[in-house]
């Protein structure tokens, strides 16, 4: 089951087709729908589902969703489908709404882009890595932890075991996004802030360079 806290990942859930997607931030969830439709279909904790629906209804939205599951499965849960009943628990409807919210967080979709009609694809920015350096960096503790935060370590380090001399945006985001469904990031915001927050301290200390792609044969 899952070990997020309850207020990690916004829940938009579908209750006639078991459809349910995750969310890191609230704002996020309500860039991803309309507002009408995160009001019918968002939740922010377990309380807004005991708020909002009966417990007989909360038995029915339990085993759609597992029902759903079982045809397909999203490919960025982080939980497995066997680890739940078809049939709902058999507890008391407060304990029953954290149960179901702890089987949304492990089988829902997880976003990490909006998605948004009517935008124009933006050029991804290319990053050049001096992976031996950053390597020299990790290897003296002392000196990585005085250097840089716990979480900045994380995506440091990440970044190095990856192997890629030269990441593009999309390859970063990827990086960042399998620490936080391993579980080894926990943070409320999308994985892409985390990297422009350290960024400019990366480069600033000549880890990172910023728009730099490798060189073609023509050039």
């Known amino acids: 089951m899952s070990e997020l806290p309850t207020r990690e990942w916004i829940v938009i859930f579908y ?3 078991g459809a349910t ?6 704002d996020f969830a309500k860039n991803y729908v309309n507002g009408v ?5 968002g939740y922010k904790s377990p309380a807004d589902f005991r708020a909002r629906h009966d417990h007989h209804a909360l038995e029915k939205m339990w085993k759609e ?15 497995k489908l066997e680890d739940y009943s078809p049939e709902p628990p058999d507890v008391g409807t407060e304990e029953f709404c954290k149960l179901f919210w702890e089987f949304l967080q ?12 009517g935008t124009k694809a933006q050029t991804k920015e290319k990053y050049e890595l001096k992976l ?17 935060n716990n979480q900045a370590r994380i995506v440091f380090r990440a970044l190095v075991e990856h192997g890629k001399q030269f990441l593009n945006e999309d390859e970063i985001k990827r990086i960042i996004y399998g620490l936080v469904v391993n579980r080894s990031l926990k943070t409320k915001q999308e994985p892409w802030v985390i990297f422009q927050y350290y960024r400019p301290e990366f ?3 000549g880890y990172v360079i910023r728009g730099r792609a490798p060189k073609t044969r023509e050039e």
């Open 15 to 17: 209750p006639t087709t």
């Open 21 to 26: 997607r995750l969310c890191p931030t609230l």
């Open 37 to 41: 439709t995160f009001v019918k279909h």
């Open 65 to 79: 969703l597992h029902k759903s599951r079982q045809w397909a499965m999203p490919k960025s849960a982080i939980g």
């Open 106 to 117: 492990d089988v829902g979709d997880r976003l990490t882009t909006p998605q948004m009609s």
């Open 132 to 148: 031996s350096k950053m390597t020299e960096l990790m290897n003296d503790e002392e000196a990585f932890k005085e250097q840089y």
């Open 203 to 205: 480069i600033r200390d």
